[in-house]
């Protein structure tokens, strides 16, 4: 992109920041007059990323759309058609972010543009819709509590088993399995088992390739924008797109794309939305620096002796989904813990969450998953794909949120970001 444009819209970076630590910035929709709507009337919102993902977000309720951005122009064109009249496109996010009739952005960008744009976003005083994983690192993710706190907004991040809908093969929504973890009757401290036995698909064949040769890049693409804050590498079309979660450089592999669907609902069952796993041990193939690879069993244990296990190679083909020294959970909500519904009726039903995003931003309640829970359950990830990555056991400080005495996997939590991009 061009050297003077790139100046523009950091210097507008800037500006943001200096006005968010003036004063606090109010939601469009909630100061009336001069054409501004009341909190119960409709939000706005644009959407960052049209490709496959972002096109599905185009319409969902209590939001109209106004804008859409993406920097491949056959993406754009087909968004803006879906769209129909009214709705704008952009290349350059910062130019949606200058708008200031845009009350939420939906960020369905791949993961190394996450942390950047919802960042920028709340410093513009947008709310935000991130999709999974939160931030590619573990660094990134501190740095979007800290901005979407600082300047007062409202966050969700886009995967919902702990609130609604059915958890993978188990037939019912998370609420019953939280109430009967809770209820001690399975005992403590539990292992959760997360493989194809118990219900979940890694999606191994999100890996990279290694015998990549350089090709053009197409017209349409601007893809030093789509590299933005990630290393450059040549130009290959299995980089990019569908297949961009196969390279360490934009996401994680199988475990980046399903993980948060997967983890975040077992942080919310263990009740360890403020703290994360001290050991992580990875079994696995030595891994390409560049491309994604399978691995085999990975171990996270928590201070209070409570474990997942996520087996890839579905090697315990008896596993239940959660294990006690009382009592099991298997797939399809089947427990050999005898009168289980009628003991469960006797305990009380799990707190309730703000399930609706459209609520939170009108009532600045915080969503079911936040930028803090949903920190740590992204953590849980990334946690994974490094002790993948360097094949060998890690200790973890859950409060310093740092590696004990391992530099190199440290690195990995604060990784540096191509010029002109930063944190």
């Known amino acids: 992109m061009a050297e003077n444009k790139t100046i523009k819209r950091r210097d507008f970076i800037k500006r943001s920041l200096t006005a968010a630590a003036a004063f606090t910035i109010v939601p469009r929709y909630v100061l009336g007059g001069n054409g501004f709507q009341a909190p119960s009337e409709q939000l706005t919102k644009a959407v960052i990323g049209v490709g496959g993902m972002g096109r599905t977000h185009l319409r969902y309720p209590g939001a109209k759309l106004l804008a859409v951005c993406d920097v491949d122009e056959s993406h754009l064109k087909i968004a803006l058609e879906i769209a129909g009249p009214g709705v704008k496109g952009y290349k350059d996010f910062r130019e949606v972010l200058e708008r200031s ?190 491309a994604c690879g399978s691995w085999r069993r990975i171990e996270l244990k928590y201070s209070d002796g409570c474990k997942i296990i996520l087996d890839g190679e579905e090697k315990d083909k008896d596993a239940p989904f959660i294990e006690g020294p009382n009592g099991k959970l298997y797939k399809g909500f089947k427990s050999d813990i005898a009168g289980l519904n009628k003991k469960l009726a006797a305990f009380p039903e799990p707190e309730p969450q703000e399930e609706n995003f459209a609520e939170a931003v009108k009532t600045r309640k915080k969503f079911a998953l936040n930028e803090e829970n949903a920190h740590r359950s992204c953590t849980i990830v990334n946690l994974a794909k490094i002790a993948v990555r360097l094949g060998r056991p890690l200790r973890f400080d859950p409060e310093k949120q740092l590696f004990i005495g391992d530099t190199e996997a440290n690195r990995l939590i604060r990784q540096p970001m191509r010029a002109p991009w930063f944190l």
């Open 101 to 290: 009739d845009i009350d939420i952005v939906h960020i369905p960008t791949p993961p190394h543009w996450h942390a950047l744009i919802t960042i920028a976003a709340a410093e513009a005083g947008k709310d935000i819709w991130c999709e999974k994983p939160m931030t590619r690192t573990i660094g990134e993710g501190r740095q979007v509590v800290k901005a979407v706190q600082k300047n007062g907004r409202i966050f969700r991040l886009n995967t919902w088993f702990r609130f609604r809908d059915r958890f993978y093969g188990f037939g019912t929504t998370v609420k019953p399995i939280k109430k009967l973890v809770k209820s001690g009757m399975l005992g403590w401290p539990l292992k959760v088992t997360v493989s194809g036995v118990t219900g979940f698909d890694w999606k191994f064949y999100w890996s990279g390739k290694t015998d990549l040769t350089q090709e053009s890049v197409p017209v349409e693409l601007d893809y030093d924008f789509w590299l933005g804050p990630a290393p450059y590498k040549p130009y290959h079309h299995h980089r990019v797109h569908s297949t961009f979660r196969g390279y360490w450089d934009y996401d994680g592999g199988g475990l980046g794309d399903m993980g948060m669907h997967y983890l975040d609902p077992v942080q919310y069952l263990l009740e360890k939305d403020n703290t994360s796993p001290v050991e992580i041990e990875a079994d696995c193939t030595q891994q390409h620096p560049d």
